[in-house]
């Protein structure tokens, strides 16, 4: 786990902010912008599977029970499994056209998991790939973990923000300062894994999908203005 500090002082607008401190409509002389920010790699441990069925029929009333066929057994297989999330969507049909002549029926709908136990799903995938595809593939924090890092990082990146203010307070042979404004802003980014997959025989299922969860880089942000109470 690593976490690294950050200033920048100058002119900056940021959007988005979780807190607002404003003070009276009021002229303020002697301000000066200030950022910090603090930053911490977390490790994922949420995992985020989207697969499809694909079909294609003359009728497009087959088409449609075939898609239900495969959509039917694979929710009977994922919603066995503990602790995993499935839902459904994404149902598309489309007509395949030759000449202006609508020759068949092309369709597909996804099917959405999700859980924490990585091992556990990825033999889950590994079964579903017998009728389905995956589609794509992702790692994030869950809510409750992402929720108190950023309480930490918050705590961090207002102390930073605090002694920058001094630092530049005390350059300037200021009397003290304070906070004219101030915004708080969190952002967490984890660089999108990509997977292909070929769908499976159907003799036999395809081996437990092979995952690395990573981390995530989950950053708070403090920026604001403080007014220098100058002699």
Do not use: C
């Not at 003070?23 to 977390?42: C, G, P, S």
């Not at 967490?188 to 769908?199: C, D, K, T």
């Not at 969860?213 to 989950?218: L, M, N, P, T, V």
């Amino acid at each position: 786990m690593r976490m690294t500090t950050g200033v920048i002082v100058g002119v900056l607008a940021v959007s988005g902010f979780i807190v607002s401190v404003q003070a009276d409509d009021e002229l303020h002389y002697n301000q000066v912008r200030l950022q910090a920010h603090q930053t911490e790699a977390v490790s994922n441990d949420t995992m985020h599977v989207t697969l499809s069925t694909f079909g294609e029929a003359v009728d497009p009333a087959d088409l449609a029970a075939a898609i239900n066929r495969d959509m039917e057994w694979a929710l009977k297989i994922a919603k066995a499994v503990e602790d995993v999330s499935v839902s459904t969507g994404g149902y598309q049909t489309y007509p395949v056209q030759k000449n202006n002549v609508i020759k068949s029926w092309r369709g597909q709908q996804n099917l959405m998991l999700e859980g924490r136990d990585q091992e556990s799903l990825g033999e889950l995938v590994g079964k579903l790939q017998k009728n389905l595809q995956v589609k794509s593939m992702r790692f994030s924090v869950s809510e409750e973990k992402r929720q108190a890092v950023e309480n930490r990082l918050i705590t961090a990146a207002l102390n930073a923000f605090r002694e920058r203010a001094g630092i530049v307070a005390d350059n300037l042979q200021s009397k003290g300062f304070r906070i004219v404004e101030l915004n708080i802003s969190t952002t967490s980014q984890r660089p999108p894994v990509p997977y292909q997959a070929r769908m499976a025989s159907m003799e036999a299922a395809a081996p437990p999908v092979a995952t690395e969860a990573g981390e995530s880089d989950i950053r708070v942000t403090v920026n604001g203005t403080v007014e220098l109470l100058l002699p």
